[in-house]
């Protein structure tokens, strides 16, 4: 019997019994449009919130510090930017952001006064850290490259400073002698401690504020939380190449208990919605195979004609096998083309982009599953099939 002979009547056959078969391909396709759906949005999903800083905050951030209680008289405490460039240059680096502190003086406006910390930074600090200005706006690289005059305050020292109904934009505070305009408010930082700091470009610091020239601290933003054990590492080998003479006093770390809650949290997600389209899956395929039993017993009569007239075992396994698999055939196609429908409307909903070549491989995948399902669900009615004596199964009523 020819394959396309095989394929013919199992179609004939398949639209025959298209209520029988109804419920097999449903589930069939239920789970295999699940699997595309969890597969491609899955990881779009996820890509986003491994950029997402609010809901991060540090733990995706390799900090680089330094451990003055093993200081030597040569040791200087401060990174270059040649430290800077070659972390930049890591794979997974999101960006690489320097800072400079200072003491802590008197920030006073008008009459009132009050401690503060001081900060120096650029544009990448608030890249590499979830710091909301809750009024105005962040200082930028003209900010730096011009060298203003220009500071954020964190939200307590608006409070301690100006009066309730005040807006602090474009007042003018002072500190170290010098005159800095209001441009930012802070607002909802993950460090409390932000919310008492004076942040003044990095530039203007490191050039007029005493003892804060050195840059002691750098923040490595990954772009993702999986790659931060590894970037840790790679962190601390460019770092201690670049300053042998120093190695033993630096300090460079990440928030390990956060990332392990992060990605907790997620495998357990992902593990009961794959467990569910697992069960959907293997519901399908129970149905494909209990439909097939029950159609091989039906047409017991059937089968032993065919014997009768010289078909063998194999064409009569091979028949009901091919019957099963244009069954999953069918169920994974309305299942790929509900899940690629599904993809286009969570993409809109959760303003996404899908990863094409995800999306790709996971019809790829379904396509692949939906084979090996029918094949796995159809050997057992097949092989009940081909094993019919042709006298007895002629004889069955």
């Not at 919310?195 to 610091?205: E, G, N, Y």
């Not at 149905?287 to 004609?305: C, D, P, Q, Y």
């Amino acid at each position: 019997m020819l394959i396309s002979d095989l394929i013919a009547i199992s179609l004939r056959q398949l639209y025959r019994n298209k209520r029988r078969y109804r419920g097999a391909i449903l589930g069939t396709s239920l789970g295999i449009a699940g699997l595309i759906t969890v597969l491609t949005i899955g990881d779009s999903v996820e890509s986003a919130l491994g950029e997402n800083l609010e809901v991060l905050g540090s733990a995706t951030v390799v900090k680089c510090e330094w451990d003055y209680r093993k200081a030597t008289a040569r040791h200087v405490g401060q990174y270059f930017e040649k430290d800077i460039e070659d972390l930049s240059r890591l794979p997974g680096v999101l960006v690489v952001a320097p800072a400079v502190w200072g003491q802590e003086p008197k920030l006073t406006y008008g009459r009132k006064s009050t401690p503060a910390r001081l900060i120096g930074v650029d544009s990448r600090f608030f890249i590499a850290h979830h710091l909301p200005v809750e009024r105005g706006r962040q200082i930028t690289p003209q900010d730096v490259q011009e060298k203003r005059a220009v500071c954020i305050i964190g939200q307590n020292l608006q409070k301690k400073l100006f009066e309730p109904d005040e807006v602090p934009l474009d007042k003018t505070v002072r500190f170290q002698g010098l005159f800095f305009r209001i441009i930012g408010v802070l607002g909802g930082a993950e460090d409390p401690d932000h919310m008492d700091t004076v942040m003044l470009p990095i530039s203007v610091a490191r050039s007029q504020i005493p003892r804060m020239h050195n840059i002691e601290n750098l923040y490595v933003r990954a772009k993702n939380w999986d790659i931060i054990e590894d970037l840790h590492g790679e962190v601390e080998k460019v770092l201690r190449a670049n300053q042998p003479g120093y190695a033993e006093s630096m300090r460079i770390f990440f928030y390990k208990d956060r990332v392990s809650a992060i990605q907790r949290i997620v495998f357990m997600f992902k593990f009961f919605l794959y467990a569910a389209i697992v069960v959907t899956l293997l519901l399908g395929g129970l149905g494909i195979a209990n439909v097939m039993l029950a159609v091989v017993k039906e047409r017991t009569t059937e089968i032993g004609l065919r014997k009768a007239v010289g078909a063998t075992d194999g064409m009569v396994v091979l028949q009901f096998l091919c019957e099963s698999l244009s069954v999953s055939l069918l169920g994974g196609v309305v299942g790929i083309l509900s899940g690629a429908a599904a993809v286009e409307v969570l993409k809109g909903l959760l303003n996404t982009e899908a990863a094409y070549n995800v999306f790709v491989l996971s019809i790829l995948a379904s396509a692949l599953l939906a084979l090996i399902l029918g094949g796995i669900s159809g050997v057992v009615p097949a092989k009940a099939a081909g094993k019919l004596d042709p006298v007895e199964a002629m004889r069955f009523e």
